[in-house]
């Protein structure tokens, strides 16, 4: 995921474009308008050909040494989701809470062929333990995994000529402290998918360069979001650990 930043975007004739996964019909809103291509995040779309759309797929893991203290445990951090969303994101000005466990975030433009989108996505974290809904991949014995997800997104800055027919984006990712072995250690994978379906203007581009773009853009969205997790979230979980001695006086 790309770090948090803002654009003005261009004024043009632009329309509202509502989509969901059942493939309703969308209505049209006033002229003059931005261009918002909304749809919830999902893992499977069709063209409009009635051909699935190719889905482009980046994966990244983190394994690194986790130092804990008494009283300050990785677990009880994991649990204040509010503070561990602004280690991530610290940019306050291109977030908003919606409400206990989702955030919307506004990131900077993606470039991706000839265009150029602004991502706006509602980001949800949650805390698991005790093994309940776990994802397949976490051991059934770590104490506590922070889960991450899409659950809605939009596109903006598109314009009528470049809009794609179809367009997905996803993300799914855990973050968890391992204590099975002789030190603790701080886990986690993140996954980002892009799935569409080039507008008319550019399907002449070939299937390989198309594939080289999209999983470089991924690529570069999925390192950002490990130097963030590796970097300000560990050094917000030592400011916290230094915190607890004050706070239990």
């Known amino acids: 995921m790309s770090e948090l930043g803002g654009a003005c975007l261009a004024p043009c004739r632009q329309r509202l474009i509502p989509c969901s996964t059942g493939g309703g019909r969308g209505e049209w809103g006033r002229p003059k ?32 040494p986790l130092y804990e ?52 996505i509602d980001m949800r974290l949650r805390c698991k333990s005790t093994g309940r809904d776990y994802p397949p991949q976490i051991p059934q014995d ?6 991450l997800d899409i659950t809605r997104w939009e596109l903006q800055g598109l314009d009528s000529v470049l809009e794609p027919s179809h367009f997905a984006l996803g993300v799914k990712g855990a973050l968890y402290p391992d204590r099975r072995g002789t030190r603790s250690r701080l886990k986690g994978q ?8 080039l507008p008319p203007m550019l399907a002449l ?7 080289s773009v999209a999983e470089s853009v991924l690529t570069r969205l999925v390192e950002n979001m490990k130097h963030k997790v590796n ?13 607890q001695p004050r706070q239990l006086v």
């Not at 770590?142 to 889960?147: A, G, I, R, W």
């Not at 581009?205 to 594939?211: E, H, L, M, S, T």
């Open 33 to 64: 308008q931005r261009r918002f291509l909304r749809c919830r995040a999902a893992s499977r779309h069709r063209g409009t050909a009635g051909k699935e759309a190719p889905t482009y797929t980046s994966r990244i893991a983190t394994d690194i």
């Open 205 to 211: 581009v070939p299937a390989d360069v198309r594939q």
């Open 69 to 120: 203290a008494p009283g300050a445990s990785f677990d009880r951090y994991l649990e204040d989701k509010p503070r561990v969303f602004q280690a991530i994101f610290p940019d306050k000005r291109r977030s908003q809470q919606l409400n206990e466990d989702q955030w919307r975030i506004q990131m900077l433009p993606i470039q991706f062929l000839f265009l150029t989108v602004w991502p706006v």
């Open 231 to 243: 970097g300000s979230l560990l050094a917000d979980y030592s400011k916290f650990k230094r915190e």
């Open 142 to 147: 770590v104490s506590k995994v922070l889960e």
């Open 190 to 197: 993140l996954e980002m998918s892009i799935s569409f379906v």
